[in-house]
């Protein structure tokens, strides 16, 4: 079954509790995917540490045929308090068998690549198995001040992708995003953080 899963846990715990410090972030996300088959993603943005700033929490899970939209940009950490979260989903969900609905038959092929920019404090990476067959163009630009992933795939067998941005192990992570794809997918990926990230993207 498809459907939008949002999921907030609350726990009381005697452990100490580190405060994240306000480290000025920001994100612009433009997604885009078509799938058959299974999948499995969800995205977490938050522009503040705990219980303040704001959260958003996307997923979606299940088999059928799924084409969605994701434009996001974060703001968070500024020391005058501003923080935003802005958002807009859109999707044509299909709860319906497909061809790929079968296990893929397993391949030796296999496909994955991995960026890290430690100035920024951000990560993306991505794996693909499975594979009857990959198109593939990911391109990653990163400097000490900005990071820039641009990703199309065009994947029949099973895609993982992952990514987070969190500028410092004392900062609040401002993005973090997995999913896992078995089938067909067509995917579309822009992510962009640093100094002066926000709306020098391009829509997929």
Known sequence: ML?????FVITSTSFPVVTAKKV???LTEHSWIYSQGTTDEMRIYQSEAGFNGQKLVIGTRGTGTVSRTINTEVYGGFEDGYNEIWSN??????NRPSRYAAPITNSEL?????AKNYEVGSVYSESYSNLVELIKDTSVSQTDNNSV????????????????????????????MSGAYSGYLNMRMSLE??????LTLPCP
């Open 3 to 7: 459907g939008l899963l949002i999921i």
């Open 24 to 26: 000025p972030q920001n």
């Open 89 to 94: 989903e859109w999707g044509v969900y299909q």
């Open 110 to 114: 296999k496909n994955a690549l991995c």
């Open 149 to 176: 992933y641009s990703i199309h795939s065009e994947v029949e067998g099973t895609a993982k992708v992952g990514a987070r941005v969190q500028k410092g192990s004392s900062a609040v992570p401002i993005y973090v």
């Open 193 to 198: 953080s640093g100094n002066a990230s926000l």
